[in-house]
């Protein structure tokens, strides 16, 4: 089982607001905010330097720049190459 995608993790951007079609496909991106799962599913803000947040028409995200608005499904989480038992520094003092 897959585990969830949370705040701080890196994913890959898979789909979007055009589909398959969306620029923002294949873009790394760190989710930064959970915001809200009164839609079928949940949305996330995420930072990215080069999303891009508009339609042909309108703008469809509040986000500001830097960041852009995903839904789950848009995104992939990115395993780290280290376990996360690893990640944690251990911090021991000597005694002389």
Not at 77 to 85: G, H, L, Q
């Amino acid at each position: 089982m897959k585990k969830p995608i949370a705040v701080g993790d890196l994913c890959r951007v898979i789909n979007g607001y055009h589909g398959k079609d969306s620029p923002n496909i294949g873009l790394i991106v760190r989710v930064v905010r959970f915001l809200t799962d009164e839609f079928v599913e949940k949305l996330f803000r995420c930072e990215s330097e080069y999303s891009e947040r508009t339609d042909r028409r309108i703008t469809v995200s509040k986000a500001p720049a830097g960041y852009a608005d995903y839904f789950e499904s848009w995104l992939e989480r990115i395993e780290p190459d280290v376990p996360e038992k690893q990640l944690t520094i251990e911090t021991t003092k000597e005694t002389t």
